[in-house]
């Protein structure tokens, strides 16, 4: 017979007992990766492993940046602390609240951002081109105006500002509620003098706006995919997730609306992650360029303005 006294979790006990038995940074570590091994958790916002959850956790609770000298894991902790960080293990497991959201700060593109449950959790691969500049589409001069679409908390837009110190960008989102956020980020940032945050479904506020590049990272998963998604993700706003029951209809209205919103050299950039194949299938005649990163990720397609025009018919359909 298993001894189960073996797999219990040290979290019968209350939190000022827990913390009086962690000393140092090490110890925290240690003790934070069983229990988040033991609790069985997901990580997808910005971790894979339960060490690196862990270390994530108490460099976050302890305002220390990521390159920190490893020396400091031998630093005894204070108990304000070591309490601090038993509370945030807690709630990680109990709740179930990803971690971002505990620390009210998420990391994209080297940059850090506030969040909340107002907005997803930054962790699209679309960095990767950012961090680039979009030199694949603009070697020789860099896009003037760029469109943000469904902005969340503006990572994408308020990053792109950070790489590319001449464009000018519209940030924009159907939610009041992640506008309120985005724009915390652009004076967090000081970037507001070439970044708004726009109010429009999709594109109906943009009436008369024109962009060299449009990306976006809209609610792209379907009705199969939202049903299954661990309880992690259920902290996240249903409606930046879910687009119906082939994770298309937003993916829809943009391939219809954007070209009249590119200028003649415009690129238009979307990610649909797992939704990728109800794209093709649904619209199998279209040269959906499919991008690759280094650092993984995937279902993030590439079409040029003149590409719109020549499918025009498709997307209209």
């Known amino acids: 017979m298993a001894d189960t006294a073996s797999n219990a979790s040290t979290l019968v006990l209350d939190d000022k007992a827990l913390a009086e038995g962690l000393i140092t940074l090490r110890d925290c570590l240690r003790w934070a990766t069983s229990e988040f091994h033991l609790a069985g958790l997901t990580y997808s916002h910005g971790t894979d492993s339960a060490w690196d959850e862990a270390v994530a956790l108490i460099l976050g609770a302890l305002h220390l940046p990521w ?19 038993v509370s945030l293990v807690r709630a990680r497991i109990s709740d179930r609240r990803p971690l971002p959201y505990l620390l009210g700060e998420a990391f994209f593109a080297g940059l850090s951002f506030a969040v909340d449950e107002r907005v997803l959790i930054p962790r699209s691969p679309i960095a990767e081109l950012i961090e680039d500049g979009f030199q694949a589409w603009f070697p020789e001069e860099p896009p003037a105006r760029i469109l943000d679409l469904c902005t969340g908390s503006g990572c994408i837009g308020i990053a792109a500002a950070h ?15 992640a506008l309120a956020v985005a724009r915390a980020n652009i004076s967090r940032h000081d970037v507001g003098r070439r970044v708004r945050a726009v109010h429009s ?33 259920r902290h996240e706003p249903g409606l930046a997730l879910g ?8 993916v829809r209205r943009i391939l219809r609306e954007a070209r009249e919103h590119l200028t003649d050299r415009g690129v238009l950039i979307v990610e649909v992650g797992n939704s990728d194949h109800h794209l093709e299938k649904a619209f199998p005649e279209v040269p959906f360029l499919w991008l690759e990163f280094e650092r993984g990720g995937q279902g993030v397609f590439a079409l040029t303005a003149d590409e719109l025009d ?8």
């Open 67 to 85: 390159d920190v000298d490893p020396s400091v894991q031998e630093a005894r902790l204070l108990p304000m602390e070591r309490e601090r960080i």
């Open 163 to 177: 790489y590319l110190a001449t464009a000018e960008l519209d940030l924009a989102d159907i939610s009041q509620d």
């Open 201 to 233: 479904d999709v594109f109906d506020g943009l009436q008369g706006q024109r962009y060299d590049l449009i990306v976006s990272n809209p609610p792209y998963v379907d009705a199969r995919d939202l049903a299954n998604m661990p309880a992690e993700f």
């Open 243 to 250: 687009a119906g029951d082939d994770g298309l209809d937003i």
């Open 310 to 317: 020549a499918h025009e018919a498709s997307f209209a359909s």
